[in-house]
């Protein structure tokens, strides 16, 4: 393993600076893939950027309208220990709490688990979900686009040179809507998704009709999906166990899986037919 230089910015004025001054860069939070990558060489950068350090990147809050903006680096510990959070986003609490250990929680955080791009990330299915947005800063300035569209492949995204993902923006959430996390692994001791899906279901006033749902499903393809068809075929409907079915059909033909030490390509797509129905069903318990 080569010396890598460690740098822990205090401002984005300065992370900017650090990723523009001509040496290759990684960012450091909570290290669980960044560490491990560069030990077996499966990555290599000059530098490491400790992003714990950035007062943009460590705060969190509401917006005025209900919605909540997340620093890209807060410790998923201190979103899972916030009460407000967990009663008024508790899909948001099913990822964080899954996210490696409990030591790990202490410094691992949304922007590290996005950023790493994995297709198997638990964080990304609750998130889009709930529809979140990213916000990104460069020294050029900042852009804001949807979740799912960050994504480019296995451990790949739109980040472009001197660019960082400051925010993750969780909009307000429609009333009478629910929303909730699942996931399959295959043993405790190997804490990677198998198959995750986020699943929210907006009911109208009556609670008798769906009038909105989002469905993300997570490992069965080279980048985390949005399966829009399957939400788009539940507006207007009665939430039922037929209705539930459909889009659980729906996501699943949209899944295209590899076989893998975790489990093979039919396990997925049926994991992806079963994790939908019940994340819908546990959606709408919430709603």
């Given at each position: 393993?080569?010396?890598?230089?460690?740098?822990?910015?205090?401002?984005?004025?300065e992370?900017?600076?650090?990723?523009?001054?001509?040496?290759?860069?990684?960012?450091l939070?909570?290290?669980?893939?960044?560490?491990?990558?560069l030990?077996?060489?499966?990555?290599?950068?000059?530098?490491?950027?400790?992003?714990?350090?950035?007062?943009?990147?460590m705060?969190?809050?509401?917006?005025?309208?209900?919605?909540l903006?997340i620093?890209?680096?807060?410790?998923?510990?201190?979103?899972y220990?916030?009460?407000?959070?967990?009663?008024?986003l508790?899909?948001?609490?099913?990822?964080?709490t899954?996210?490696?250990?409990?030591?790990?929680?202490?410094?691992?955080?949304?922007g590290?688990?996005?950023?790493?791009?994995?297709?198997a990330?638990?964080t990304?299915?609750?998130?889009?979900?709930?529809?979140?947005?990213?916000?990104?800063g460069?020294?050029?300035?900042?852009?804001?686009?949807?979740?799912?569209?960050?994504?480019?492949?296995?451990?790949?995204?739109?980040?472009?040179?001197?660019?960082?993902?400051?925010?993750?923006?969780?909009?307000?959430?429609?009333?009478?809507?629910?929303?909730?996390?699942?996931r399959?692994?295959?043993?405790?001791?190997?804490?990677?998704?198998?198959?995750?899906?986020?699943?929210?279901?907006?009911?109208?006033?009556?609670?008798?009709?769906?009038?909105?749902?989002?469905?993300?499903?997570?490992?069965?393809?080279?980048?985390?999906?949005?399966?829009?068809?399957?939400?788009?075929?539940?507006?207007?409907?009665?939430p039922?166990?037929d209705?539930?079915?459909?889009?659980?059909?729906?996501?699943?033909?949209?899944?295209?899986?590899?076989?893998?030490?975790?489990?093979?390509?039919?396990?997925?797509?049926?994991?992806?037919?079963?994790?939908?129905?019940?994340?819908?069903?546990?959606?709408?318990?919430?709603?």
């Open positions: 393993m080569k010396e890598i230089d460690y740098l822990a910015p205090s401002s984005l004025g992370a900017y600076a650090a990723l523009q001054n001509g040496k290759t860069s990684a960012f939070a909570g290290g669980t893939d960044i560490i491990v990558q030990r077996e060489g499966r990555k290599e950068v000059d530098q490491l950027i400790d992003v714990k350090h950035i007062p943009e990147l705060s969190y809050g509401w917006t005025d309208d209900g919605g903006v620093g890209a680096s807060v410790p998923f510990a201190e979103i220990e916030d009460d407000e959070i967990v009663r008024r508790p899909c948001v609490i099913d990822c964080a899954l996210v490696g250990g409990i030591q790990i929680q202490s410094r691992a955080c949304f590290g688990n996005i950023g790493n791009s994995g297709p990330a638990d990304v299915p609750a998130l889009i979900a709930l529809g979140a947005t990213l916000t990104l460069s020294a050029g300035g900042t852009r804001e686009l949807a979740l799912e569209d960050f994504f480019t492949g296995p451990g790949q995204n739109v980040l472009g040179p001197g660019e960082l993902i400051i925010t993750i923006n969780i909009p307000p959430q429609p009333a009478n809507s629910g929303a909730f996390f699942h399959f692994i295959p043993r405790n001791e190997m804490d990677i998704a198998v198959v995750n899906v986020g699943a929210r279901v907006d009911l109208d006033a009556s609670g008798e009709r769906i009038e909105g749902a989002r469905i993300s499903v997570g490992a069965v393809a080279p980048v985390p999906l949005f399966v829009a068809e399957a939400g788009d075929a539940l507006v207007g409907e009665t039922t166990e209705s539930f079915g459909r889009a659980a059909d729906i996501a699943a033909a949209a899944a295209t899986p590899i076989t893998d030490m975790r489990g093979s390509i039919a396990q997925r797509v049926h994991l992806t037919r079963v994790l939908t129905y019940r994340a819908l069903d546990r959606a709408l318990e919430r709603a």
